[in-house]
């Protein structure tokens, strides 16, 4: 069965600084990988995904995120957070080898930015 | 757009009600899901669907059944409400060979 791990529940940060939000999973050999957010009061929507290719994947509003195959870890980055990026995010795994048509997503990291 | 329609926002019921929540999708998608959110934990699937009058059965099934009688159209049902069913619902969308889930904006259904 696959798994997903966030272990920051939340992370504050102040406004223009850097930003790591982590995220491992557990699987079988193949695997995509996922950022949804989701802003107050909204809907989820992807951020960005990992499918094959290139490890270093680049999302919107300026957020990234490189798949480590070795350490089984996919964390999200962004160079300098704004006060619009307050969010909850939650990392999500799709097991291919299963054929699992599901997502299993992780416990979700709320990013607090404060000015 | 693409668009996930859950009937309603907000939900209250007494415990031991049936419930139904309904989804609804424009985009002629196979793949449909429901999950529940609940703070600490995530979203955890209870059921999903690949095909009309087809169903399978999330992480945490008990307590809850589906319904997919027409393609654009998931529910789900609890037979008897509990308080411990009171959670943030979320259905989603996904065509196959696709990788992209589509989300509802949630039903927030509160047991007392």
């Known amino acids: 069965a696959q798994s997903v791990t966030q272990l920051d529940s939340q992370v504050p940060v102040f406004e223009e600084a850097p930003v790591e939000l982590r995220c491992n999973y557990s699987s079988s050999v193949s695997v995509y990988l996922f950022w949804y957010v989701q802003y107050p009061n909204q809907g989820l929507q992807l951020l960005l995904k990992?499918?094959?290719?290139?490890?270093l994947v680049k999302g919107i509003n300026g957020f990234e995120a490189e798949f480590n195959k070795s350490q089984t870890s996919f964390h999200l980055r962004k160079p300098s957070v704004h006060i619009s990026d307050t969010a909850e995010y939650f990392c999500?795994?799709?097991?291919?080898?299963?054929?699992?048509?599901?997502?299993?997503f992780g416990s979700g990291t709320r990013l607090q930015v404060q000015p | 757009d693409v668009k996930v329609t859950q009937s309603s926002r907000y939900l209250v019921k007494r415990t031991g009600e049936k419930v139904f929540l309904e989804c609804v999708q424009d985009?002629?998608?196979?793949?449909m899901f429901w999950y529940r959110q609940d703070p600490g934990l995530g979203l955890r699937l209870i059921y999903f669907s690949y095909d009309v009058k087809m169903k399978e059965k999330g992480d945490i099934p008990e307590g809850y059944s589906v319904s997919r009688e027409k393609k654009e159209r998931f529910s789900l049902i609890l037979e008897s409400a509990s308080t411990n069913q009171t959670s943030m619902y979320l259905c989603?969308?996904?065509?196959?060979?696709?990788?992209?889930?589509?989300f509802g904006s949630g039903t927030q259904l509160s047991v007392l």
């Open positions: 985009m002629d998608h196979e793949n």
């Open positions: 999500a795994v799709s097991d291919e080898d299963t054929g699992r048509r599901a997502l299993t």
């Open positions: 990992y499918l094959s290719g290139s490890t």
């Open positions: 989603a969308i996904k065509g196959t060979g696709e990788e992209k889930l589509f």
